[in-house]
Antibody
């Protein structure tokens, strides 16, 4: 059974960074793309970007190019997303998902507050 | 960016009634591979999204056959032949043909 287990909720201060993780079990992430998606409170879904864990190649939505950094560790079968220069507008639930949306993590709530 | 327009915004249906959700894209989703990467997911209240359909009409193995997907190019439809209580939540279409990937704004299905 494929499972995506995301790290716990984060409380970050404005201007700081947080790093979220998404550990995959039951499937080798080298054989897929890993996507990250956010959902602001009460809103819809927004695609942040994608990483190919086999070679580290990434594609980002334009608005997240200076906000998010996607990485992956194939030895631990884990994908990561670092969010930098946090602002209140970054408060959201962040989901990881395996291409093409076949499996989703449970989400990580990031709250930005001083 | 490809804009995905979903209608209706919400549906309120009794158990056993059929449901239909439309998803229109601002560009053709037919890729150079000849495949159309239009997917449907369901987000139940308080949960992460769950897969339903990929490449327009292919149901994931665990999805009941009362769900069906159809369409081509820029117009797509998700149908539920007979709504059941477990079908409540927000349905999203999303496209994986063009970067950035984009989602529809969602259709909320409520059970009367």
């Amino acid at each position: 059974e494929v499972q995506l287990q995301q790290s716990g909720a984060e409380l970050g201060k404005p201007g700081t960074s947080v790093k979220l993780s998404c550990k995959v079990s039951g499937y080798n992430i080298r054989n897929t793309y890993m996507h990250w998606v956010n959902q602001r409170p009460g809103k819809g879904l927004e695609w942040i970007g994608r990483i190919d864990p086999a070679n580290g190649n990434t594609i980002y939505a334009e608005k997240f190019k200076s906000k998010a950094t996607l990485t992956a560790d194939t030895s631990s079968n884990t994908a990561y997303m670092q969010l930098s220069q946090l602002k209140s507008d970054d408060t959201a639930i962040y989901f990881c998902a395996m291409d093409p949306g076949a499996y989703w993590g449970q989400g990580t709530l990031v709250t930005v507050s001083s | 960016d490809v804009v995905m327009t979903q209608t209706p915004v919400s549906l309120s249906l009794a158990i056993g009634q059929p449901a239909s959700i439309s998803c229109k894209s601002s560009q053709s989703l037919l890729g150079t591979s000849g495949k159309t990467f239009l997917n449907w997911i369901l987000q139940r209240p308080g949960q992460s999204p769950k897969r339903l359909i990929y490449q327009v009409s292919k149901l994931y193995s665990e999805v009941p056959d009362r769900f069906s997907g159809s369409g081509s190019e820029t117009e797509f439809t998700l149908k539920i032949s007979r709504v059941e209580a477990e079908d409540l939540g927000v349905y999203y279409c999303w496209q994986g043909t063009h970067f950035p990937l984009t989602f529809g704004s969602g259709t909320k299905l409520e059970i009367k």
